[in-house]
């Protein structure tokens, strides 16, 4: 049984840091899709970064989010270090498993294994 459980989140202020980590346990085959997701309130969850574990391969959803964001993973741990941070980029980030073979498709309804998430909130 796959279990992902997050950490790492918290209030900080607009510029700040964050590094969110996802520790994974049970069997995940390095060639489907690993990731991050995030919620806002009232919206739907979206995708912010990708990654390929077979080749380290990344993506990164949405303008600019490959200059302040860094999706990267070593032996069981998922990690997402987030820089510059704005008030768009609170909600709860949901690490996820479990994706299309190869990262072909990137959408939340294509992963398989969730974590139950954590609050990042960035105020002015």
């Known amino acids: 049984q796959v279990k992902l459980v997050e950490s790492g989140g918290d209030s900080v202020q607009v510029g700040g840091f964050l590094r969110l980590r996802c520790v994974v346990s049970?069997?995940?085959?390095?060639?489907?899709?690993m990731g991050w997701f995030r919620q806002a309130p009232g919206m739907q969850r979206e995708g912010v970064a990708h990654i390929l574990p077979a080749t380290a391969a990344t993506w990164y959803d949405g303008a600019g989010m490959e200059e302040r964001f860094t999706i990267s993973r070593s032996g069981d741990t998922l990690t997402l270090k987030m820089t510059d941070l704005r008030p768009e980029d609170t909600g709860v980030y949901y690490c996820?498993?479990?994706?299309?073979?190869?990262?072909?498709?990137?959408?939340?309804?294509?992963?398989?294994?969730w974590g139950q998430g954590t609050q990042v909130t960035v105020s002015s």
């Open positions: 996820a498993a479990g994706g299309s073979y190869y990262c072909s498709k990137r959408r939340a309804a294509d992963f398989t294994h």
């Open positions: 049970g069997y995940i085959n390095n060639r489907d899709c």
